[in-house]
């Protein structure tokens, strides 16, 4: 697609156990698209082949088949110089500072001149280490780790962002910091291609997804499109009525409270059933609320 700054194409990779024939099979020719000034979620429970995915499109490791074209050509020096990456656990030098590791990364980026260094104290800002600017790593904690590794990923303002788990080890403040700092790059003109286990992150910024099962993709689509079929809504009623009488209402559930919890997982049919059966009873209705399956339960029924 002219639009397409991450294009993967039947990509595949297969290893082969130490001291064994056996091969495993870790991603099964898989193909999507990251569109430009897009957050794209790619997600997957463990072992699905994200990280396998994602270290092939860095040129970390070699396909066994398949290609992956970044900005409409193949792999080369000038097209990686324009991608920021995140590993998964991102590797801190312990007796570098963070402005040093981030001036090294600067540096093996090309970026040079004498406005490197405020270049590297703003990307070290911009993820909330400016008080630790000069703290060794081997004093940080995980989170803060994460976050140098993320400044290291943006110092050179690529335009194309590849991260790999980027809330992991954050406390909620880390969270919303670097959610801020996403939604930042996409508003400046950036792509992000994004991968996590922190779906209501995921849900809050991006634009389509990409869900991966055992090494093959099992959906794919913009968020408003994979959650709003309409088979994935339901309808939560509360009732208050008699407890001895709630257990003969349709797909009700007691509750200590004296309150009756149904769940409607059907039509609206089902739902004017019910209500006609409880009012029928002499029941009040509390709440009539609409449910849209979450990103997290579309993901625990389509990927687990």
């Known amino acids: ?54 270290k092939m499109i860095t040129g970390l490791i070699a396909p066994t088949l398949g290609s992956a074209t970044l900005f409409g050509a193949s792999f080369s020096h000038d097209a990686l110089r324009r991608v920021g990456f995140l590993p998964e656990n991102p590797y801190v030098y312990p007796y570098l500072t963070p402005r040093e590791f981030v001036t090294l990364c600067a540096r093996l980026s090309d970026m040079t001149g004498r406005d490197l260094g405020a270049q590297v104290e703003s990307a070290i800002a911009r993820v909330g280490m400016s008080e630790a600017i000069d703290r060794p790593a081997r004093t940080l904690s995980k989170g803060m780790l994460q976050r140098v590794g993320l400044a290291a990923a943006i110092v050179h303002n690529p335009e194309l962002l590849i991260l790999d788990e980027p809330m992991a080890g ?3 403040a880390g969270r919303k910091q670097v959610r801020d700092l996403l939604l930042d790059e996409k508003k400046n003109g950036r792509t992000v291609l994004l991968s996590s286990h922190v779906l209501s992150d995921v849900e809050l910024l991006c634009d389509r997804v990409c869900i991966l099962r055992a090494g093959s993709v099992a959906l794919e689509g913009t968020l408003s499109a994979v959650l709003g079929d309409r088979k994935t809504f339901r309808t939560e009623i509360t009732l208050v009525e008699d407890p001895k009488d709630a257990r003969d209402v349709k797909d009700g559930n007691d509750a200590n409270d ?7 997982a059907h039509s609206e049919a089902d739902v004017a059933d019910i209500l006609r059966q409880a009012l029928a009873r002499g029941a009040r209705v509390v709440s009539v609320s609409p449910k849209r399956e979450t990103l997290e339960e579309l993901f625990a029924r389509r990927a687990l």
């Open 1 to 54: 697609m002219m639009n397409s700054v991450l294009a993967v194409r039947n990509l595949a990779k297969t290893f082969r156990k130490s001291f064994s024939t056996k091969r495993v099979e870790a991603v099964r020719g898989i193909s999507f698209d990251v569109q430009r000034g897009e957050i794209f979620g790619f997600l997957g429970p463990n072992g699905a082949g994200k990280t396998t995915t994602l």
């Open 170 to 172: 954050l406390d909620p």
């Open 258 to 264: 004296g309150k009756m919890h149904v769940v409607v």
